[in-house]
């Protein structure tokens, strides 16, 4: 197997494999907040993302979300289909935090009565401004039909991992999502799912088990990174 | 008639009439900018923009645009139909400037296939946000088929006025819109329509005809303002 690194991003790297329409998607130690303004390493995370991540990707493709994933072929890497990917960060959210308060003047912890899918232009440089459906339309990045079917399976994802964190005592507060288009145009899930990447609070106590720790200074970010692993069924033989 | 004040915004002041379903618009002579951080007066400018959204509000309600505009009464002071104000800043835009060239990466001056609309949250304490319209119907301030007729009349207004800014040798370039409900819960055009809420460039020379004057210490402002009014027409006696 070939492993030319083709891209490396705040937490993963893709590297080519011996088959052009397959990548190794690598998860990294590495943890950043604020737009990479923040940053630092934690011995396991990539191996945790890894396994949570996995089990997202089946629990999604059995509820039948197109995903990129393959297979997991170790600790920290998954072998994903390559899809041209779409410069949107979208995010699903069931409870106001973060930016959410900040937009509406909404508490956090205010329950959204419908679940709401939200769209940001992927930028580092432009600090991820916030868009609506018109700024994708005229920056070109999707057809009208392709982005009502993302909307549409970005929801879906919700509806299906939402009970699943509930079952294992975490409320799914909003996460974090990137699409790809395959060969055919369709419109393909990709990247990751995992605390990086969403919210998870304690169904209970509402405590932060997501990478909120991190950029709040809360406390220990792998025991909690573990312990959502844990609750998932999906704790990486140590 | 009674002049109680019930409003005063940055550059306007509400006063009651006799009549409960009527108020007297002022247009003040005050400029501000960045959310109020930068503040100026203008002698003659709510003249100025008297005359200006007098001369925009006939225009529109000719072109089948409900407005709250009844009529000048003066100088600087309208009459206006009562409405309960929608708390959200419309935005009309034909050319990319301002914040749509820092969310999109496009430069200044960019023409946009299509005019598209904006939807703002009227909220100064959060800085006017950027809202989709999933925030719009997650904060319960219009109905889809209000917010749509919304937009409907947003882009007539531009359709109606862009050509005639452009015979008077002006380039339309964005506009803010303020709109409200009127008894029967229609939604009808408020606030006003000057170049302190709407961006003109020469047609030639791109040469800024607007507040961007003010914010940018451009020149003088009223010499534009009464070069605006001027080319409109409708240049208040002095």
Chains 1, 2 share one sequence.
Request: charge should be negative; glycine fraction near 6%.
């Amino acid at each position: 197997m070939r492993n030319e690194q083709i891209y490396e991003g705040k937490a993963k790297k893709l590297l080519l494999t011996d088959d052009k329409n397959v990548l190794l998607q690598r998860f990294k130690d590495s943890a950043t907040a604020f737009n990479g303004v923040k940053k630092a390493e934690f011995a396991g995370k990539g191996e945790t993302n890894n396994a949570i991540s996995t089990f997202c990707f089946q629990k999604l493709e059995a509820a039948g979300v197109p995903t990129h994933f393959i297979e997991r072929v170790n600790d920290r890497d998954m072998l994903i289909k390559r899809l041209d990917m779409i410069p949107l960060e979208i995010v699903v959210r069931n409870i106001v935090a973060g930016s959410l308060a900040k937009r509406t003047g909404l508490d956090e912890g205010t329950v959204v009565k419908e679940p709401i899918v939200e769209t940001y232009l992927k930028r580092d440089d432009l600090n991820d401004p916030h868009l609506a459906d018109v700024h994708v339309f005229m920056l070109d990045i999707l057809r009208p039909d392709q982005l009502e079917r993302l909307k549409q399976l970005a929801l879906k994802v919700n509806a299906t991992l939402d009970p699943i964190f509930e079952r294992a005592g975490m409320k799914l507060v909003d996460f974090k999502l990137e699409f790809g288009l395959d060969a055919d145009g369709q419109v393909v899930l990709g990247d990751e799912f995992s605390p990086d990447t969403s919210r998870l609070w304690d169904l209970e106590t509402r405590r932060k088990l997501d990478k909120d720790v991190f950029r709040a200074d809360l406390g220990d970010l792998m025991e909690v990174y573990h312990e959502v692993a844990a609750r998932l069924g999906v704790l990486p033989q140590t």
